[in-house]
């Protein structure tokens, strides 16, 4: 079946990178993707992957992909206290709706 | 571009009440969603719509949850009579098209329920 798992909480100080992962059971999803949830809001699109790659960059974030075992990471560099926030790992499933992860907690201390 | 629109933001009822919540997507895409996320958890499609037809509503508990998506556009999203395990957030969310490509989902910022 379809399930989705990441670590519930990561603490890092201001200006240390960030690595939130995520395990993934899906083979045939062909996209994962990264959002930012912050309290009392929506979902925010981060960035995605397409499973035929290994690594994406975007500015400070960088995502690396091993289909194999099917690990996903999201390094975020330079962490600023205004990453403080709940992140979802997601993945594409038959007819494009997503499943998500339980989200990880990124704290971040000045 | 406006983004996803929904109402209301807070919503308390009391069990066995009746509930309705709206949704208003990007314009121009024909794909819509209903998640409910409840507290410490990631969003549970409730269901997908493509244009005004039902692409999959196998999680949406039909006994008491329903919705529409009259003439392929706004959509309302709703629950009778509530349980004190509805209480969650309804965020709704919207795509140009479905299927397994990069056909980004864009959130709206999401209902809360309160059911008591």
């Known amino acids: 079946g379809e399930d989705v798992e990441q670590s519930l909480f990561l603490s890092v100080r201001e200006g240390d990178s960030s690595v939130i992962n995520c395990t993934y059971t899906d083979s045939s999803s062909t996209y994962l993707y990264w959002y930012k949830q912050e309290p009392g809001a929506g979902l925010q699109l981060l960035t995605y992957?397409?499973?035929?790659?290994d690594m994406k960059q975007d500015q400070r974030l960088t995502v690396l992909l091993n289909k194999k075992d099917k690990h996903l990471s999201l390094r975020i560099a330079d962490t600023q206290t205004g990453d403080s926030a709940i992140y979802f790992c997601a993945e594409s499933a038959k007819g494009g709706k997503l499943i998500f992860g339980q989200g990880t907690e990124l704290s971040v201390k000045p | 571009e406006a983004g996803v629109a929904q109402s209301p933001r807070y919503k308390i009822i009391e069990k066995r009440q009746s509930v309705a919540f709206w949704c208003n997507p990007i314009?121009?895409?024909?794909?819509l969603y209903w998640y409910q996320q409840i507290l410490g958890q990631g969003p549970k499609l409730l269901i997908q719509f493509q244009n005004n037809g039902v692409v999959d509503d196998s999680q949406l508990p039909k006994d008491r949850f329903s919705a529409e998506r009259l003439k392929g556009v706004d959509s309302t999203l709703k629950i009778q009579p509530a349980k004190l395990e509805d209480s969650a957030v309804y965020l709704c969310?919207?795509?140009?098209?479905?299927?397994?490509?990069?056909?980004?989902?864009?959130f709206g910022p999401g209902t809360r329920l309160t059911v008591t």
């Open positions: 992957i397409f499973s035929n790659m």
């Open positions: 969310a919207s795509s140009t098209r479905a299927g397994r490509g990069s056909y980004e989902q864009y």
């Open positions: 314009s121009g895409h024909a794909t």
